[in-house]
């Protein structure tokens, strides 16, 4: 029964169930801000590349007479590791209801293998993971890392829509203490006097600055430039190239950590 039991850790950068398969490896159901739940079967000893295997919730017996399974996805595999998002969240809704795993591998011909995993004391488990999926921050770092904001045309004012980019760029700032610094970059399209566009560019990146230590961003960490017409993404002699260039541009930028979040673990 120790060996048969599912593991919580988690903090709000990742959430994570895992669970071992004596003699094969483990399951892992993993949420991450921003993205979808990911099941995933990490084997010891098997290697497939590019394969996928069918991976299905065992239905209690009315289900069976029904021929109605409770979900099935498909794993895909790259060396030891398969993974899936499809119907992730029926397999969590399986766990929290004590339902076995169960996934088919036919890796060569004449060779099968069927994986289960033990659904002994989950719900405490997935409980926990739903409170840690909540706390999850709204982006990762692949997203914040480099955010663009997009004005109107002789405005430096932050459209609405933008709101909850800079809200998730500063929580993801007060998590994580290797963020050292935030450079914050005005552009402007070619339209016009260059010098305007210099001061246009100047407003932007400041109002961008603002929010963002409203928000709690440090103003100490935040180094802002305007750079006006110079350096575009885009050709300034169509109407959607002007519009890519009207831009603040928002990088944050690692350092070595002054601290560290800690995952705490629960076993059931």
């Not at 405490?124 to 004005?151: A, I, N, T």
């Not at 829509?161 to 970059?185: C, G, H, K, M, P």
Request: proline fraction near 3%; include cysteine.
């Amino acid at each position: 029964m120790e060996k048969s039991s599912w593991e919580f850790s988690g903090n709000i950068f990742k959430c994570d169930i895992s669970h071992e398969i004596e003699g094969f490896g483990r399951f892992n159901l993993t949420a991450s801000p921003g993205d979808e739940l990911i099941i995933s079967l990490q084997a010891d000893w098997l290697k497939l590349q590019n394969q996928s295997s069918e991976i299905l919730i065992e239905s209690s017996t009315w289900q069976q007479q029904l021929n109605k399974p409770f979900a099935v996805s498909e794993l895909n595999w790259q060396g030891n590791i398969a993974h899936t998002s499809r119907n992730s969240s029926a397999f969590l809704e399986a766990l929290e209801q004590g339902l076995t795993w169960q996934v088919n591998i036919d890796p060569v011909s004449n060779v099968k293998y069927q994986i289960r995993s033990t659904p002994v004391s989950t719900r405490g488990v997935v409980r926990e993971f739903r409170l840690c999926k909540q706390d999850l921050l709204p982006k990762p770092f692949s997203y914040v890392r480099r955010v663009d904001l997009q004005f109107n045309s002789n405005s430096s004012r932050l459209e609405e829509q933008f709101e909850s980019d800079l809200i998730a760029i500063a929580r993801y700032i007060d998590a994580d203490a290797n963020i050292t610094e935030v450079l914050i970059d005005g552009h402007a399209d070619a339209t016009g006097d260059r010098l305007v566009n210099l001061q246009l560019s100047k407003e932007r990146a400041f109002e961008v600055q603002s929010r963002l230590i409203e928000l709690g961003v440090p103003a100490s960490m935040i180094e802002v430039r305007n750079h006006g017409s110079r350096n575009p993404i885009a050709s300034n002699n169509s109407t959607q190239g002007r519009e890519l260039n009207r831009r603040v541009m928002v990088r944050l930028v690692k350092g070595k950590a002054l601290a560290s979040v800690q995952p705490h673990k629960a076993v059931r």
